[in-house]
T-cell receptor, first 115, second 114 residues
Framework: DSGVTQTPKHLITATGQRVTLRCSPR?????VYWYQQSLDQGLQFLIH???????AKGNILERFSAQQFPDLHSELNLSSLELGDSALYFC??????????????FGPGTRLLVL | AQTVTQSQPEMSVQEAETVTLSCTYD???????LFWYKQPPSRQMILVIR??????QNATENRFSVNFQKAAKSFSLKISDSQLGDAAMYFC???????????FGEGTQLTVNP
């Protein structure tokens, strides 16, 4: 158990819908990262938040957005869902965000299926 | 942009034997970290080992060790005394010292035969 929690574990929805994925980092970690794992794209970095502020964006679609709240949990919002958005979405956390590449610990993931 | 390449999509090993998984990366940076993560059928991403680029000594964690060749940009993972529980997808990952994202390779599926 990495200490990172993600909810829900599974999500089945329809095209055009909107969903919210939630992540709670390890105790004391200020950084939260979101990754997408799909069959055709592999593991892709989406976005990084540090202590409530966005620090880096990767291959994140405009239909996707994220935020980190004062209690440090983070939410990834996916809207206007398409079939191709079906994937495993991981959240990871680490203790720092600016002064060193600390190890990222991954949550169990949320498996999204868009029908 | 940094890239990570795992040239072995699949590997197999007999239980109790040793296996080496390969990883190469491309970067123009000098300060970075390298990681091996394991993803068993549960799909959980589990850290196996990490290496700081500034360290010459190869990292070891029990039965897992790496061969880090900075000049060659190579980072292989050796698993000794392989166990059935080692069967998983293994991902090599690169991260900048001052950066945030991890760049992952395509993965190597390891099968352990009894």
């Amino acid at each position: 158990d990495s200490g990172v929690t993600q909810t829900p574990k599974h999500l089945i929805t329809a095209t055009g819908q909107r969903v919210t994925l939630r992540c709670s980092p390890r105790s004391g970690d200020l950084s939260v990262y979101w990754y997408q794992q799909s069959l055709d794209q592999g593991l892709q970095f989406l976005i990084h938040y540090y202590n409530g502020e966005e620090r880096a964006k990767g291959n994140i679609l405009e239909r996707f957005s994220a935020q980190q709240f004062p209690d440090l949990h983070s939410e990834l919002n996916l809207s206007s869902l398409e079939l191709g958005d079906s994937a495993l979405y991981f959240c990871a956390s680490s203790s720092t965000g600016t002064s060193g590449q600390e190890t990222q610990y991954f949550g169990p993931g949320t498996r999204l299926l868009v029908l | 942009a940094q890239t990570v390449t795992q040239s072995q999509p699949e590997m197999s090993v007999q239980e109790a034997e040793t296996v080496t998984l390969s990883c190469t990366y491309d970067t123009s940076e000098s300060d970075y970290y390298l990681f091996w993560y394991k993803q068993p059928p549960s799909r959980q991403m589990i850290l196996v080992i990490r290496q700081e680029a500034y360290k010459q000594q190869n990292a070891t964690e029990n039965r897992f060790s790496v061969n880090f060749q900075k000049a060659a940009k190579s980072f292989s993972l050796k698993i000794s005394d392989s166990q059935l529980g080692d069967a998983a997808m293994y991902f090599c990952a690169y991260g900048l010292y001052s950066g945030s994202r991890l760049t992952f390779g395509e993965g190597t599926q390891l099968t352990v035969n009894p």
